[in-house]
């Protein structure tokens, strides 16, 4: 079994749209916007050997002002600039009352089990309580990105960061054992 680094999309690997201090995913591939350091951050997990999974909760299919085909095309956009391989992505509304929506940990365990990754070993990186909770679940090390939305905020233990590249220096570093 394998180390993975669980990453959320928008706001974690790519810029959201913010609105009233809401996030909200980029809904065209024109406006999707690779984040400062991402690149090198993805870079130094391979070199550290971890998988690198994304994670994304993409509710605004299951609300009618997306299509799964838009989303596709923005990973499929990510995966090309990045090198990432692996996407799981929840369609779902919370109505849908599915698995696989952050804040259940369904998405990280699928991948767990489709790529042998030792969730235990595993940390997740996050922008929103729900990536917090949904790692924390399902037993991995977790790493916020605070933007100070105006959401509620996820429970301790996690690690509190201003970007996935002060993440990745920490988590490369071994300094996860202080959590």
């Known amino acids: 079994m394998i180390p993975a680094v669980f990453l959320d999309r928008d706001g974690v690997i790519n810029t ?3 609105k009233e201090r809401l996030p909200y995913p980029p809904k065209l591939l024109s406006e999707v916007k690779i984040l400062s350091g991402v ?3 993805i870079g130094l997990l391979r070199e ?3 998988e690198i999974v994304v994670v994304s909760n993409q509710p605004d299919v299951a609300r009618g002002t997306s ?3 838009e989303v596709e095309q923005i990973n499929e956009y990510i995966s090309h600039k990045l090198g990432l391989k692996f996407f799981y992505t ?3 509304d919370d109505a849908d009352v599915c698995e696989c929506r952050k804040p259940k940990s369904g998405l990280l365990r699928m991948a767990a089990r489709d790529l042998d990754i030792d ?3 595993s940390f997740m990186v996050g922008d929103r309580w729900r990536d917090i909770a949904a790692g924390q679940t399902a037993g991995c090390k977790c790493y916020f990105i605070d933007y100070s939305y105006n959401e509620k905020m996820p429970q301790k233990p996690y690690f509190k960061v201003d970007s996935l590249h002060q993440a990745v220096i920490h988590m490369v570093k071994g300094h996860h054992e202080t959590i």
Do not use: D, Q
């Open 90 to 92: 929840c369609f779902h």
């Open 39 to 41: 690149s090198e951050s």
């Open 16 to 18: 959201c749209i913010v």
């Open 67 to 69: 299509t799964e085909r």
């Open 119 to 121: 969730l235990g070993l």
């Open 48 to 50: 550290s050997n971890f």
